[in-house]
């Protein structure tokens, strides 16, 4: 709802004193004159403001030129570290994948050799229960067992996959099977593994778990099969298969961790970690990882041949072992943090750089400023006389305007509150011109006419004595007061169409004080009340007895409408003088909110909670009156 804010003055008319914006009556700004100062002034501060701008930029770039080159020197030295750091692990890498050839590459030569012995051939030639060859076989294989420490156990194979040999480390020696305890059923997976080699080629079978090694822990049970073919020209005579222990291969890998926060592993072709530096990653574990779950794309990067690659979390170097039945790559994952916090430039380095930037950054700053300061403080002193000038000619005019605005304001509130009787008086006599018939109507509508005038009376006498409110002595009837504004803004075009709903009135009820001034009051809510609601809706009047804040009795009217309400944005101000979002001047609740006051009540507003606004009105019924109304009329 658009109401008339209003004032929390004891008069309608001394708000008017309340700070205002600068503006004229017709709401312009007044103008102001141009500087009396000389026109050179203004050339001149033009001339010293361009050359202060000049020097400040100056030495705004200086200084950013020696933050810039301090920065970069410090960037210097952060990337020769990193770079550092990078080749460290990149060289460990590349070491770690040297050992590991090396291990595979002697495996095979060990397999390569073995695989040529004569005995080898001779056993796998002999007959079942011929001695001479197996221990022929067993003299020169059991020292070579014994001499190297990866081997685990050495094998001989018939082309069918059954086992004719097999020596294996006891303890701190070396043995042979008997060769009634030899597995006689084929041994098909190995079978498959070797059928199809060509002669001299070795193959590497990858890491094995072997159940069977009960004598050492279940982490190091991993071994790792070599089979060589054994031929005498074209025939086939078996097959050698040298198991070697993959401990040394998975202690190296998941010992390699040049810094802290560095992870290496050793992958298969598919990305499965065949050892980490958490061993609980690797594959056969239940939390077994994979690099490309890891770092999506490094797989395909590294088969492309990418030995250094940045990523999102970190550096990724890659070396690949080289063996290529295996496809076995050595990955180390550095990442950005660790590079950050292994870092260890030099301390005197940084504290040189730094100690550099922020002294030459300060000398500019301070030289800067001085330059600066001494060339405005020039300018300064011929200014102050020009805007003191300036400030006494403005303080002249906004007085000046105070004073018409407060005359303008004053007379467009007087003008507000005549024309609405005004208005009742012009309705009745177009009433008395209509229906000139009737004697009867014609003496009510004279006695409103009288009324009317009455009003724009009171109007003027309050006029006269804003500066002291007060109200007359005796009592008044709220009932008949409420009536009377009714008649009064009943034919009016904002109640054509208005239902209005009274309870509680239906007996006198006197309260302290002058009857046509709370009249005026119900005159400004009713006619507030009917412009919201557009001239149709209801209109609740309600009135009940309610005990005061200082135990004297009181009488509450709430006066409630139908309308949009009140906005929460208005509400704070609605009784502020001069305020109002209609096409009015501000007044008429500021003065129904003095009148209030006036007779020792209280005005407030709110929205109600099923729409439209409420009006709360409270009058003391049983309080001392005030005695101003007898310095109205001069009585002492």
Same mark, same amino acid.
């Not at 500021?590 to 009540?601: D, L, M, N, P, R």
């Given at each position: 709802?658009?109401?008339?804010?209003?004032?929390?003055?004891?008069?309608?008319?001394?708000?008017?004193?309340?700070?205002?914006?600068?503006?004229?009556?017709?709401?312009?700004?007044?103008?102001?004159?141009?500087?009396?100062?000389?026109?050179?002034? $203004?050339?001149?501060?033009?001339?010293?403001?361009?050359?202060?701008?000049?020097?400040?930029?100056?030495?705004?770039?200086?200084?950013?030129?020696?933050?810039?080159?301090?920065?970069?020197?410090?960037?210097?030295?952060?990337?020769?570290?990193?770079?550092?750091?990078?080749?460290?692990?990149?060289?460990?890498?590349?070491?770690?994948?040297?050992? +590991?050839?090396?291990?595979?590459?002697?495996?095979?030569?060990?397999?390569?050799?073995?695989?040529?012995?004569?005995? &080898?051939?001779? &056993?796998?030639?002999?007959?079942?229960?011929?001695?001479?060859?197996?221990?022929?076989?067993?003299?020169?294989?059991?020292?070579?067992?014994?001499?190297?420490?990866?081997?685990?156990?050495?094998?001989?194979?018939?082309?069918?996959?059954?086992?004719?040999?097999?020596?294996?480390?006891?303890?701190?020696?070396?043995?042979?099977?008997?060769?009634?305890?030899?597995?006689?059923?084929? /041994?098909?997976?190995?079978?498959?593994?070797?059928? %199809?080699? +060509?002669?001299?080629?070795?193959?590497?079978?990858?890491?094995?778990?072997?159940?069977?090694?009960?004598?050492?822990?279940?982490? /190091?049970?991993?071994?790792?099969?070599?089979?060589?073919?054994?031929?005498?020209?074209?025939?086939?005579?078996?097959?050698?298969?040298?198991?070697?222990?993959?401990?040394?291969?998975?202690?190296?890998?998941?010992?390699?961790?040049?810094?802290?926060?560095?992870?290496?592993?050793?992958?298969?072709?598919?990305?499965?970690?065949?050892?980490?530096?958490?061993?609980?990653?690797?594959?056969?574990?239940?939390?077994?990882?994979?690099?490309?779950?890891?770092?999506?794309?490094?797989?395909?990067?590294?088969?492309?041949?990418?030995?250094?690659?940045?990523?999102?979390?970190?550096?990724?170097?890659?070396?690949?072992?080289?063996?290529?039945?295996? $496809?076995?790559?050595?990955?180390?994952?550095?990442?950005?943090?660790?590079?950050?916090? %292994?870092?260890?430039?030099?301390?005197?380095?940084?504290?040189? &750089?730094?100690?550099?930037?922020?002294?030459?950054?300060?000398?500019?700053?301070?030289?800067?400023?001085?330059?600066?300061?001494?060339?405005?403080?020039?300018?300064?002193?011929?200014?102050?006389?020009?805007?003191?000038?300036?400030?006494?000619?403005?303080?002249?005019?906004?007085?000046?305007?105070?004073?018409?605005?407060?005359?303008?304001?004053?007379?467009?509130?007087?003008?507000?509150?005549?024309?609405?009787?005004?208005?009742?008086?012009?309705?009745?006599?177009?009433?008395?011109?209509?229906?000139?018939?009737?004697?009867?109507?014609?003496?009510?509508?004279?006695?409103?006419?009288?009324?009317?005038?009455?009003?724009?009376?009171?109007?003027?006498?309050?006029?006269?004595?804003?500066?002291?409110?007060?109200?007359?002595?005796?009592?008044?009837?709220?009932?008949?007061? &409420?009536?009377?504004?009714?008649?009064?803004?009943?034919?009016?075009?904002?109640?054509?169409?208005?239902?209005?709903? +009274?309870?509680?009135?239906?007996?006198?009820?006197?309260?302290?004080?002058?009857?046509?001034?709370?009249?005026?009051?119900?005159?400004?809510?009713?006619?507030?009340?009917?412009?919201?609601?557009?001239?149709? $809706?209801?209109?609740?009047?309600?009135?009940?007895?309610?005990?005061?804040?200082?135990?004297?009795?009181?009488?509450?009217?709430?006066?409630?409408?139908?309308?949009?309400?009140?906005?929460?944005?208005?509400?704070?101000?609605?009784?502020?003088?001069?305020?109002?979002?209609?096409?009015?001047?501000?007044?008429?609740?500021?003065?129904?909110?003095?009148?209030?006051?006036?007779?020792?009540?209280?005005?407030?507003?709110?929205?109600?909670?099923?729409?439209?606004?409420?009006?709360?009105?409270?009058?003391?019924?049983?309080?001392?009156?005030?005695?101003?109304?007898?310095?109205?009329?001069?009585?002492?």
């Amino acid at each position: 709802m658009t109401r008339e804010p209003s004032t929390d003055c004891n008069s309608p008319f001394r708000c008017h004193s309340k700070t205002r914006p600068e503006r004229s009556v017709s709401g312009q700004l007044l103008p102001v004159k141009a500087s009396t100062a000389p026109q050179q002034s $203004g050339m001149l501060f033009g001339v010293k403001s361009l050359r202060h701008i000049v020097l400040t930029i100056l030495f705004v770039l200086l200084i950013a030129l020696e933050i810039t080159h301090g920065a970069y020197r410090i960037r210097v030295i952060q990337d020769g570290e990193r770079a550092a750091l990078i080749e460290t692990v990149a060289r460990g890498v590349r070491e770690v994948a040297g050992e +590991l050839r090396r291990l595979l590459a002697g495996a095979r030569e060990h397999a390569t050799y073995l695989s040529r012995l004569l005995t &080898v051939q001779e &056993v796998l030639e002999s007959s079942l229960g011929v001695e001479g060859p197996r221990r022929a076989l067993e003299a020169s294989l059991l020292p070579y067992v014994v001499s190297f420490r990866g081997i685990d156990h050495v094998r001989l194979l018939d082309p069918g996959g059954k086992e004719r040999f097999r020596c294996e480390k006891t303890g701190n020696g070396v043995g042979s099977i008997p060769e009634p305890r030899l597995e006689r059923d084929p /041994d098909f997976g190995v079978l498959a593994l070797l059928r %199809n080699l +060509l002669p001299g080629v070795v193959l590497a079978s990858g890491f094995i778990h072997d159940s069977d090694r009960v004598e050492v822990p279940e982490s /190091d049970r991993k071994v790792l099969y070599i089979g060589a073919p054994i031929d005498r020209g074209t025939t086939r005579l078996g097959y050698l298969l040298l198991t070697i222990y993959a401990s040394p291969i998975l202690n190296r890998v998941r010992s390699f961790r040049p810094f802290p926060q560095v992870d290496t592993g050793l992958v298969d072709a598919e990305g499965a970690y065949l050892a980490q530096t958490d061993p609980s990653r690797e594959r056969g574990q239940p939390t077994a990882g994979n690099l490309q779950w890891d770092i999506p794309g490094a797989l395909e990067r590294i088969r492309s041949g990418e030995s250094s690659m940045s990523t999102a979390s970190g550096i990724v170097l890659s070396e690949n072992i080289g063996d290529v039945d295996l $496809g076995w790559t050595l990955v180390s994952l550095v990442p950005t943090e660790a590079i950050r916090s %292994n870092s260890q430039a030099s301390s005197e380095e940084y504290a040189w &750089v730094v100690g550099t930037m922020v002294t030459a950054t300060a000398t500019l700053a301070i030289a800067g400023f001085f330059l600066v300061r001494m060339s405005l403080r020039e300018v300064a002193l011929r200014e102050a006389a020009r805007y003191r000038q300036q400030e006494l000619e403005l303080t002249r005019r906004k007085q000046l305007s105070e004073r018409l605005e407060s005359l303008g304001l004053l007379t467009a509130g007087v003008a507000h509150e005549i024309n609405n009787p005004l208005e009742g008086i012009e309705n009745y006599l177009a009433l008395l011109e209509r229906e000139s018939g009737s004697k009867e109507k014609q003496k009510r509508y004279v006695e409103l006419l009288r009324y009317g005038f009455h009003r724009i009376r009171d109007i003027v006498r309050d006029l006269s004595s804003f500066a002291r409110p007060g109200v007359e002595t005796g009592t008044a009837d709220v009932a008949a007061a &409420v009536t009377h504004a009714l008649k009064m803004v009943a034919y009016t075009k904002e109640f054509k169409q208005v239902k209005v709903e +009274l309870q509680g009135l239906e007996s006198t009820i006197h309260v302290n004080g002058e009857g046509r001034r709370l009249e005026q009051v119900f005159l400004n809510l009713f006619l507030n009340a009917g412009r919201a609601m557009g001239g149709e $809706g209801t209109i609740s009047i309600t009135a009940k007895p309610v005990p005061g804040t200082d135990g004297a009795d009181e009488v509450e009217i709430a006066i409630e409408d139908t309308g949009p309400g009140i906005p929460p944005e208005v509400l704070p101000r609605i009784f502020d003088p001069f305020f109002t979002t209609a096409n009015s001047t501000g007044l008429g609740l500021s003065i129904s909110y003095g009148i209030v006051e006036a007779h020792g009540g209280s005005l407030r507003a709110e929205n109600s909670p099923g729409g439209g606004a409420r009006f709360l009105l409270r009058l003391p019924t049983a309080r001392p009156v005030t005695t101003l109304a007898r310095q109205e009329r001069g009585e002492k």
